[in-house]
């Protein structure tokens, strides 16, 4: 089955600063990565995703990009702000179905 | 009520009990699943089901049974449970999954917070 290892698991930052998340998947024939936010006592929410057919995507101070050959995809925030701080999720999806496998979530802190 | 509810929200049960939790959708989406959330790890799949059908079984033990008699509702039934069985457990659902999806976008519920004792 699909495997996910997420990088690094806590991370803390400046206001202002950028911050870059990494995930690894084993399985080739994922087609589907998203990235799900999740605010203290919350629950998840998608906030970006990116299929394999795509090399990068950017949503405003959000990017994703993927590397289908290393099987690596990113997520990076530009100019964070104490109200990105939160866990992040990546995922990739089994096989070609589009239902996804989670990582181990990273904690963002955004010191203002 | 929109979005996905989940009830209950909270449950202690004692290891011989046998408990449901249960969650509704009201999106006209056609996938839903069973996430269990821990510290030790997070998100994982347990159970999918795609129009009805589960398409997905992450080699979950038997202690813990879905059901989905239609769209809207899943349930996940729950009996001789263990203590490290403890934890949130997420409900979510989605358009569709599958190869013709084209993005699969969940919309998770708040969960269902269970301590086995």
């Known amino acids: 089955g699909e495997n996910v290892e997420q990088h690094p698991s806590t991370l803390s930052v400046q206001e202002g600063d950028s911050a870059v998340i990494k995930c690894t998947y084993s399985d080739s024939a994922s087609n589907y990565f998203p990235w799900y936010k999740q605010e203290l006592g919350k629950r998840p929410q998608l906030i970006i995703d990116i299929r394999s057919n795509v090399g990068e995507k950017k949503d405003q101070r959000i990017a994703v990009t993927l590397n289908k050959t290393a099987k690596h995809f990113s997520l990076h925030i530009t100019e964070t702000q104490p109200e990105d701080s939160a866990v992040y999720f990546c995922?990739?999806?089994?096989?070609?179905?589009?239902?996804?496998?989670f990582g181990r979530g990273t904690s963002l802190i955004v010191h203002p | 009520e929109t979005g996905v509810t989940q009830t209950p929200r909270h449950l202690v049960m004692g290891m011989t009990n046998k408990k449901s939790l249960k969650c509704e959708q009201h999106?006209?989406?056609?996938?839903m699943y069973w996430y269990k959330q821990s510290a030790k790890k997070p998100l994982e799949l347990m159970f999918v089901?795609?129009?009805?059908?589960?398409?997905e079984n992450n080699s979950v033990p038997s202690r813990f049974s879905p059901e989905c008699p239609n769209s809207s509702h899943l349930f996940l039934h729950l009996h001789t449970l263990q203590p490290e069985d403890s934890a949130l457990y997420l409900c979510?659902?989605?358009?569709?999954?599958?190869?013709?999806?084209?993005?699969?976008?969940?919309?998770f519920g708040a969960g269902s917070r269970l301590t086995v004792l």
């Open positions: 999106l006209g989406h056609n996938a």
């Open positions: 089901y795609n129009f009805k059908e589960q398409t």
């Open positions: 995922a990739a999806s089994i096989g070609g179905s589009y239902i996804p496998t």
């Open positions: 979510a659902s989605s358009q569709a999954a599958g190869a013709l999806s084209g993005a699969n976008v969940l919309t």
